[in-house]
């Protein structure tokens, strides 16, 4: 069992590797690439200079001027536990920053103290980059600025992927300068602009150091509108279990209650009745569901008896977490308004798994009442009750295992819709949201949570199926 | 389905001839055939369906702007005919051959589905060349884009038919049979679907020129209404907004947001339901009957890298894959219908697998390898025919769960824009108001659409079940 679990263990990451690879190739590949960067924050076309700046930072993030495998291979070392450190991430420490800083105090084009911060985050970079020590870089940085030209092939150092205008544009001043009489004016000019450019050129710049691999805290980026992802699904996901967690047992519940009784008196009102709506049921579109539980239930003109989007009151953080009595009479509290705006979508989650869980539990009991145990049980003169649940529930119970597997992967999708529908910020609406992004860490991150969701999922699965079965073996 | 005769008439006729007189068939099909048609849940399932692709083909006879005849400053003319596009043109040809060919009894089932796949295609691969042509004339500045390569893919497939079904209908009635059924495929791909740029047509003509007294008499379809006309000139004519109309009778659902009328939407919209249904799991099949037979037959290596595989596509959530390469790669109706087919396969192919690891120890396949047939002809020759039939039930149901994801598509905004859906229709319920058609009428087509297929299916797994059998 044990060897089974890890011969499990072990295939679950080539696997979880595939699925990310698959979802990571498809961004990848498309024609339009990572991000929006085509359009601003306001949704117009962004032009020129602002356009080709935001690609540009975009491309250094993500490593976009790799080779798309080796992208893929940098993505999937920044989230692993193990790997290799990205030079970004080497930081210079107290002493060392204001070494560096020393190094340029007092120069005419470090005046102020921005400037000064900027060189450092530029020699920080490059050192890292280009695995130089920082000292002596800042060293030959400050010397090198005093011949402007000589600072042009620092650009190639760091890969910088200056357009021709850009780099005939700075070529062209550092030989104005030559040109001119070498005012102080001038130079500093100049200085400062290639800083400029450098220190644009320079910012973010980042490549795995392969040194030694090492432990570090996986993470798994940031979003295009610079928030870290970690935190935003820590935020996330317990909306989507919590969804989750009230919608499975309730399926279970409803599913084997109905399906034992169904069972029971086949043949019954009940029997032919659930029977016919649980086939409806099944075939009802979880959209429409949603837009007429919406339409009839959380709408001024019907009846307005729950709320129509979100997962809280906009007074809810105020609220105490128990219902209690106060002096304005009955106030309902965090807890009771939480589940009041769950009911809608909990119950839009749910009604498609009864039909098919009760449907499955039916089955399997009259399989298993008309099989020879049964009907050996009962001649030894076991009591009904004890023949229903010993004997026949107990072996009804497998498919139902079987089921979770499909079950768990079905209500994440089913968020998606669901979440979308009721505006719940949950996995599934981030998910949604991502895509529309073209967020690439967001929709990696959602997919690397939803593969794991699935994959365990199955595991689980068979686990199940061994304990509650004596026959099933792995070994 | 895209034979509009109930689609157990192949497997009603006896394949070992003068069974038309026994009470029973023998054949193992025949039985099924006969037990499926025997079922309510069966037959009110493919009446559902056949009313579906009589909508589909008679659309533009329904509802359209266009008058059929009319005399306007007086000359007569046919706007309709002018307006009828290359897919309509086929959809109504296609159906009228078909129709011709029914009367034809003597002529085998066979010959006669040979006979119409041949047309339809012929038919097709007039209308995809002229598309094609339309789609360059249109993009010449931008290059020729997917959908042309789409194209052109469907021509040479279409071609292929053209050619291979006469010889293989020289060869013999199997072949005929086979040949037929994958050219309906690919024949029907076309039907349902319009890839030509959409003309820009001024709907509100016909109704502004018989207010200005231009129009002596003119014949209108029921429903005078095209699914994309909005109406525009109701404002100025009427006073009325057009927008969001409850149900009245000029309009029997309504209009929508656009004010457009919305049960002229949803007659077209059956069009896009259908093809996704059918396209999207003949894909889906194909993929999963190759893929699993090969893991089935050769098991070991292979066997374990196709299980990854499996592993690899159940894990990624469908709807998450389509909704990132709708916004990653813009929205389109083929891509749609190749993803959900390319992420479908799963089912079938673990089914398949399952069954051929059983047959492949069988002595008539040893028998077979051991003569050295080749390998094609053992896996689908040989095995293929005895592991097939419970597919098809599975395809019953992943037509009704494609149907749903493209609705569920269409509904949070992914879908096409101008073509009309139920989804994109069901998504302005949430914003309708008063107009409660658009609640009620969209999501009842999808359910009861859904309804019929999965009918369908548990109607053919109930025939296909021995301990059913009497």
Sequence with gaps: ?475 | MTKSTPAPAPGNSPQNGGGATKPLPRSFIGQVGMRFAGQWGARVGLAWVVTLVLLAVFAPLLASSHPFVWKADGEVSSPWLEHLTAVDAVLLLSFATAMVLLIFRRVSVGARLAAWAWLTSLLAAVAATRSAQQLLESQADDGPGLVFVLVVLMLIGLGAILVVLPIASAAGGRAKLTVGLVGLLIGGGFWFADVSPPANVVYSQYREAAAAERVDWMVLPPLAYSPNDYQRDAMSATGVDPRLLPPTLTHPMGTDEGGADVLSRMIHATRIALAIGLIATGIAVALGILIGGLMGYFAGWVDLIGMRLVEIFSAIPVIFLLIMIVAFYGRNLYLMMVIIGVTGWVGYAIFIRAEFLKLRRMDYVQAAHACGTPLWSILFKHMLPNGVTPVLVLASFGIASAILTESTLSFLGLGLVEEPSWGQLLNQARRAGDQWGLTWFPGLAIFLTVFAYNLVGEAMRDALDPRSAD
């Excluded at chain 1, 920080?124 to 870089?137: C, F, S």
Aim: charged fraction near 20%; charge should be negative.
């Design chain 1, 1 to 475: 069992m044990l060897s089974y679990i890890l011969r499990r263990l072990l295939l679950l990451f080539p696997t979880l590797l595939g699925v990310l690879a698959v979802v990571f190739f498809v961004m990848a590949f498309s024609p339009g690439g990572f991000g929006g960067t085509s359009l601003n924050a306001e949704g117009a076309q962004t032009e020129g200079e602002d356009a080709r700046r935001a690609q540009k930072a975009l491309e250094r993030r993500y490593g976009l001027d790799l080779p798309k495998a080796a992208q893929f291979g940098r993505w999937l070392n920044q989230v692993s536990p193990i790997g290799f450190r990205m030079s970004g991430d080497l930081k210079l420490s107290e002493e060392e920053r204001a070494e560096v800083e020393a190094v340029f105090a007092g120069q005419p084009y470090a005046a102020r103290d921005a400037e000064l911060s900027r060189l450092r985050l530029i020699v920080e970079t490059i050192a890292g980059y280009t695995d130089q020590e920082p000292l002596e870089l800042a060293e030959r940085l400050r010397a090198d600025l005093e011949q402007p030209a000589a600072v042009l092939d620092y650009f190639s150092e760091i890969d910088a992927s200056l357009s021709e205008s850009e780099t005939a544009e700075l070529i062209a001043s550092v030989d104005g300068l030559k040109e001119a009489d070498g005012s102080e004016g001038d130079l500093l000019r100049v200085q400062k602009k290639l800083l400029q450019v450098l220190a644009f050129e320079a910012s973010g710049r980042s490549r795995i150091r392969y040194d030694r691999p090492a432990f570090k805290a996986p993470d798994l980026g940031q979003t295009l509108r610079g928030r870290d992802v970690g935190e935003l699904l820590l935020e996330r996901v317990p909306v989507t279990l919590l969804l989750n967690l009230l919608a499975i047992p309730l399926i279970y519940v409803v599913a084997i209650t109905s399906g034992l009784y169904a069972a029971r008196h086949k043949g019954g009102w009940f029997d032919v009745g659930s029977g016919a709506a649980f086939l409806g049921l099944w075939s009802v579109p979880t959209i429409w569901a949603g837009v007429l539980l919406i339409t009839y239930f959380a709408n001024e003109q019907y009846l307005r008896w729950f709320p129509a989007a979100g997962l809280h009151d906009l007074q809810a953080s105020g609220m105490a977490f128990l219902p209690s009595w106060n002096e304005g009479g009955f106030e309902r509290g965090w807890l009771l308004d939480t589940l009041w705006h769950l009911v809608l979508p909990v119950l839009c989650m749910v009604y498609g798994g009864f039909a098919v869980m009760s449907k499955v539990m039916r089955g399997a009991m009259l399989d298993n009442l008309s099989a020879d145990f049964v009907r050996t049980a009962r001649a030894k003169g076991v009591a009904e009750g004890g023949v229903l649940w010993r004997h026949a529930f107990r072996n009804s119970v497998l498919p139902l295992i079987t089921m979770v597997s499909g079950i768990l992967p079905a209500l994440f999708v089913g968020s998606f819709v669901v979440e979308t529908i009721f505006s719940i910020n949950g996995l599934g609406k981030l998910g949604v949201e991502a895509a529309f992004q073209k967020d690439r860490e967001l929709v990696m991150a959602t997919t690397l949570i939803g593969g794991l969701l699935g994959l365990t999922s199955e595991l689980i699965r068979d686990l199940c199926y061994a304990i509650a079965d004596p026959r099933v073996s792995y070994d």
